[in-house]
């Protein structure tokens, strides 16, 4: 059975066949229909979410689908029945799950009882939707992603900043990360992402020095300081990343023509400058619409492959 748990759960073959099934899902939204019946995708959301409902509900409806909304509180997964056993009772029910919680082991709980393919909509350690979105959005601003240097500004612990090291790498990309100590990704995280650097030609470092890390950036990445599940350390967090603020003053020192890009909700004056965000060289709105034509593919992808051993 193939999932969509992690980054890395692609090979870079796989990721670039995605990603051009994307673009073409973009170019002619009604034609793929793998969904067709139509079958079933539950969608479940244990933390807020305005884009990945939005956009799954539309993609799988496009896919020839119908999108089961599943209320996370209302479900009480872990709760009020165990993961393993809800996985049991809605995998007689659909034909693939998109999940949105916390733990990323609780997902893999999921996709190891479902016996359909699970869909990671985010945990605390991976976003994996949104950098397939991120990529595709960069390959329509550039001529290639292999040797483009990306970095990313913030959390460099958070799901976004895990995501961008393995999908970055993945796609030849040379990623930074510009966090501060105690804030990036594991040794085990830049070791996989090294792993696979090797294969791509892509890098993975970190440069805690903001400024040193956006010279050279033909793509600028942040994210909100306070993920879902971080709002009590808010204050703490806001002293912490004031200096990885994507200011205008930051962003013109990358290349020229960078880009700048958030996964959203943004926070206007805190982790980027309005001037940056709704600025010219911003991308984030193609980001959020490329949300539904990734996601549209990687269904198409795991449901193909479904029958095979990860
Ligand atoms: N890092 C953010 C991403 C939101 C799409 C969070 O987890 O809240």
Redesign the pocket.
Known sequence: MRHFLRDDDLTPAEQAEILEAAAAMKHAPYDAKPLVGPQTVAMIFDKPTLRTQASFGAGIAELGGNPMLIDGALAGIGKRESVEDVARILGRQVSAIVWRTYAQSDLETMAAHAGVPVVNA?TDEF?PC?LLADLMTVREHKPELAGLTATFFGDGA???GNSWLLAGVTAGMHVRISAPEGYTPSEEMFARAREIGEQTGGTATWEPDPRAAARGTDVVVT??WV??GKEEEADARTAIFGPYSVTQELFELAEPDAIAMH?LPAYRGKEIDAEVLDGIQSVVWDEAENRRHAQKAVLDFVLRHAGERA
């Open positions: 985010l976003h949104q958070s799901n976004i994210d909100t993920s879902m996964c």
